[in-house]
Structures are given as structure tokens and as C-alpha cells.
């Protein structure tokens, strides 16, 4: 086994001082397992089957800070009324060794929330169609005023105090993927002509408040990871370029931030930059119950979800761009890192950590199987994401080539 794989199985240090057991993290992702908002059981038993796994840090993703903050009324948000159960949860998934995380973000004005609180409509940094909304009758999102924005951030503040107090290890910013930040980040969806519009400067003014509310809230000790996106992704006109994200690495290194994620890609304009591999219309399409939406999905789904076939490390270039221009953060890769040729390689060229989600789906057992088979170890993931398409089916995110394996196991016994 080579130095750089014994290095990514060994344990490190996140931030200043939280001690991981290896160096490889559950990437954040929504599972689809809080029904009506309440992280209940599914939950619990999909991260501590991670955490049994072998993980050295498994990530709680969308943890939205305030109700309206989700993009349905299916995710969890950061509020007393989950206290109990997240402090339950944490507690019990840190008894396997594994350090806990979770994912504070918005969804601005990518939403479908039918059960708005505080707001009539999903806000954006501009006024603009919400073509998510559209499907719950609310297509339409509002720019935000200057108190909002002050708003927003009190949320992200009081989010971080308490994640703090139920239990996590660390938080993660979610800078990135079209969400309530990236918004303002974005020249795509960024149309603002004050102090938060305009020069790259302007636009991560919002962010870069953000960072400081979180870091006032839990103190120099407590590690703040951030997702960014390297681009919105490829034919998306006028969006964020990779020149941009290189400022915007650089003013959250200078912002004081611990680690940067490097991702790209959006849910809003361009998901399978993200993912790569399979296009999910056809997975898609069998999820769905109603005829309408079927329909739907036959008839836009090849448009949205565009083919760009897998490959591993496809983020790397960009990694390395940021990792040669921040001078402080911790860099944390993700984008197709799943067999070990590919995690070799990532921690040869700097990464402190590797960021895995669909490899760990497929094999929750990933690491520990990794370890024991070292170079022969293959994840078995085929990129088919099917299992990005049970986000909203009945039981949540699961790996259909992980249960076809079971029910062959069950008729050979």
C-alpha cells in the first residue's frame, strides 16, 4: 500500500484541533429519510451504518437554518422542535468513533415549500421565476431587502449556536449547487445593483458575513468546512466561472474559514455536472406517482438532465487552481473519488481530506472494506444514479444494485 493510501486511512486533524479517525468524510447529501421534517429513525440508521462502516466523519446534509430555508417541507431545519432527536442521534453515532458533522444552508429562491412561515414566497438575492415552485403553485420569488438580509444571517448565527449544542464536531457552509448562497455568489442569479450586486467583491459580501456570524457563534475551535462551486457548470450562460471561484477561495481563506470543499455544478441549472454518469430521466420518471409528472419529466427530462458520462476525479483541475491560491485552508476534495487509484492520487496532490457520497450509498462498508483489501478494493458503484432519483421515493435514498445483491443473496439461501 502506498504512503499517500496509508495516509488518507489514518487519522488527521480537521481545523485547529478535532481529531478524525481517517480522512475520509460522508459527503453531504439529502436522503429523503425526515419525513414531515423530523430526523427520525431512517436517519439515525442510515449515518450509523456509515459510522460502522468505518467513516472518519459522517455529514448530516440540508440542515436548513430556519423553516423557510427548506425546499420542501420533507427537509429538517435547525429548530428546538428536532433538538431532542438530533442530540439523540449524534450522541449515539459518535460512540462508533466517527466524527459527526452537519450541512447549514437556504434554499433561497429554489423552493417548493408548501408550508412557508415567515414568507409568502421563497426569497432570492433577485426577483425571479421559481420554476421548482411552479409545481406547488408558487412560481414566482422575491428579491430580498436589505433586512432580510440581515435576517438571513441571525438565522445562520443562531444555526450555528446550535449545532454546537446538540452535538456535532464541525459544521459545513454550503457555498455551492444553486443554493440560497451560491445565489448571491452566481452573476446568473445575482441581478443586484447595491452593495451586494455586481463585482465578485460585492457578491460574496452576504457569504463572507455568513462565515463571520458562524464563526462568532462557535469560537476558533470548532471546525467550519465550506462547499463551493468551481462553475455553475457547463452551458450555463453568464454564471459563475472558475476565475470567480478562485476569488471566492480566497476571500473565505481570508475570511478565515477551515477547509474548502471543491465542487460544482447546480440542482437549479445543470445537476448532472455534478454527478456525472447515467442521466437520472428515466429514474426519474419511475419514481413518480402522478401521470402529470411523468409526462412531465418525459418531456423536459432530457433537456435538464444532460448526459456527461462518468469519470473519476473530474473536479480535480479545479481543486488543484484552489489549492495553489489559498494560504490557510485545509482543501477537501470531492467529484469522483472512488476507487483507490483515484483516492492516491487526490491525497498526493494535497488533500487533507476526501469528501465520498454515491461509492458509500452503494457500500456503506466502503472504508472498512478498503482498508482490508487495500489495492484490490473496487466500490462497486456503476454511477447508474438511480439513487439520486429516490431522494423523494418512499423510504428515502437507497442503492438499487446494493438490494437486487440482497434478493439474490435471499434466493441462493
Given at each position: 500500500m502506498s504512503e499517500y493510501l496509508d495516509k488518507a486511512f489514518s487519522p488527521a486533524v480537521l481545523g485547529k484541533s478535532l481529531e478524525v479517525r481517517n480522512r475520509i468524510i460522508k459527503a453531504a447529501t439529502f436522503e429523503g429519510k425526515t419525513p414531515g421534517g423530523m430526523p427520525g429513525q431512517a436517519l439515525h440508521d442510515f449515518h450509523r451504518e456509515l459510522c460502522d462502516g468505518g467513516v472518519g466523519m459522517t455529514t448530516i446534509g440540508y440542515c436548513t437554518t430556519e423553516a423557510d430555508g427548506r425546499i420542501s417541507e420533507e427537509m429538517m431545519y435547525l429548530g428546538d422542535y428536532a433538538r431532542p432527536q438530533l442530540t439523540s442521534m449524534i450522541a449515539d453515532l459518535k460512540t462508533t468513533g466517527t466524527k459527526v458533522s452537519g450541512q447549514m444552508t437556504h434554499c433561497g429562491n429554489f423552493s417548493k415549500n408548501r408550508q412557508l412561515q415567515r414568507l409568502k414566497r421563497a426569497q432570492g438575492p433577485s426577483p425571479q421565476f421559481n420554476d421548482l415552485g411552479l409545481i406547488v403553485g408558487k412560481p414566482w420569488a422575491d428579491g430580498m431587502t436589505e433586512a432580510d438580509i440581515d435576517y438571513l444571517v441571525d438565522t445562520y448565527y443562531n444555526a450555528a449556536l446550535y449545532m454546537k449544542e446538540v452535538g456535532f464536531d464541525a459544521t459545513e457552509i454550503h457555498f455551492s449547487h444553486g443554493y440560497g448562497l451560491s445565489q448571491f455568489i452566481s452573476p446568473k442569479t445575482n441581478k443586484r445593483s447595491d452593495k451586494y450586486g455586481g463585482s465578485i467583491?460585492?457578491?460574496?459580501?452576504?457569504?463572507?458575513?455568513?462565515?463571520?456570524?458562524?464563526?462568532?457563534?462557535?469560537?476558533?475551535?470548532?471546525?467550519?468546512?465550506?462547499?463551493?462551486?468551481?462553475?455553475?457548470?457547463?452551458?450555463?450562460?453568464?454564471?459563475?466561472?472558475?476565475?470567480?471561484?478562485?476569488?471566492?477561495?480566497?476571500?473565505?481563506?481570508?475570511?478565515?474559514?477551515?477547509?474548502?470543499?471543491?465542487?460544482?455544478?447546480?440542482?437549479?441549472?445543470?445537476?448532472?455536472?455534478?454527478?456525472?454518469?447515467?442521466?437520472?430521466?428515466?429514474?426519474?420518471?419511475?419514481?413518480?406517482?402522478?401521470?402529470?409528472?411523468?409526462?412531465?419529466?418525459?418531456?423536459?427530462?432530457?433537456?435538464?438532465?444532460?448526459?456527461?458520462?462518468?469519470?473519476?476525479?473530474?473536479?480535480?483541475?479545479?481543486?488543484?487552481?484552489?489549492?495553489?491560491?489559498?494560504?490557510?485552508?485545509?482543501?477537501?476534495?470531492?467529484?469522483?473519488?472512488?476507487?483507490?487509484?483515484?483516492?492516491?492520487?487526490?491525497?498526493?496532490?494535497?488533500?487533507?481530506?476526501?469528501?465520498?457520497?454515491?461509492?458509500?450509498?452503494?457500500?456503506?462498508?466502503?472504508?472498512?472494506?478498503?482498508?482490508?483489501?487495500?489495492?484490490?478494493?473496487?466500490?462497486?458503484?456503476?454511477?447508474?444514479?438511480?439513487?439520486?432519483?429516490?431522494?423523494?421515493?418512499?423510504?428515502?435514498?437507497?442503492?438499487?444494485?446494493?438490494?437486487?445483491?440482497?434478493?439474490?443473496?435471499?434466493?441462493?439461501?
Open positions: 467583491e460585492n457578491r460574496m459580501r452576504l457569504p463572507l458575513r455568513i462565515l463571520e456570524a458562524v464563526r462568532k457563534a462557535v469560537g476558533d475551535d470548532f471546525p467550519i468546512m465550506g462547499k463551493m462551486g468551481l462553475t455553475d457548470g457547463d452551458a450555463v450562460k453568464n454564471g459563475l466561472t472558475e476565475d470567480d471561484a478562485i476569488r471566492v477561495a480566497e476571500m473565505l481563506d481570508q475570511g478565515g474559514i477551515d477547509a474548502l470543499i471543491t465542487s460544482g455544478g447546480t440542482s437549479t441549472h445543470n445537476t448532472m455536472w455534478m454527478f456525472r454518469g447515467e442521466p437520472i430521466t428515466k429514474a426519474m420518471i419511475a419514481t413518480q406517482t402522478s401521470p402529470l409528472m411523468k409526462m412531465l419529466f418525459t418531456m423536459v427530462g432530457p433537456m435538464k438532465w444532460k448526459n456527461y458520462p462518468y469519470e473519476e476525479l473530474v473536479f480535480l483541475d479545479g481543486f488543484k487552481r484552489v489549492r495553489d491560491a489559498v494560504k490557510n485552508s485545509q482543501m477537501i476534495y470531492i467529484g469522483g473519488c472512488h476507487e483507490m487509484d483515484s483516492l492516491e492520487k487526490v491525497i498526493s496532490e494535497g488533500a487533507d481530506f476526501v469528501q465520498i457520497g454515491r461509492a458509500l450509498i452503494r457500500n456503506p462498508n466502503y472504508v472498512n472494506d478498503a482498508m482490508a483489501q487495500r489495492e484490490q478494493f473496487h466500490s462497486g458503484c456503476t454511477h447508474c444514479n438511480r439513487c439520486v432519483a429516490t431522494i423523494e421515493a418512499p423510504g428515502g435514498v437507497h442503492c438499487y444494485l446494493r438490494e437486487e445483491e440482497k434478493a439474490i443473496q435471499i434466493q441462493q439461501a
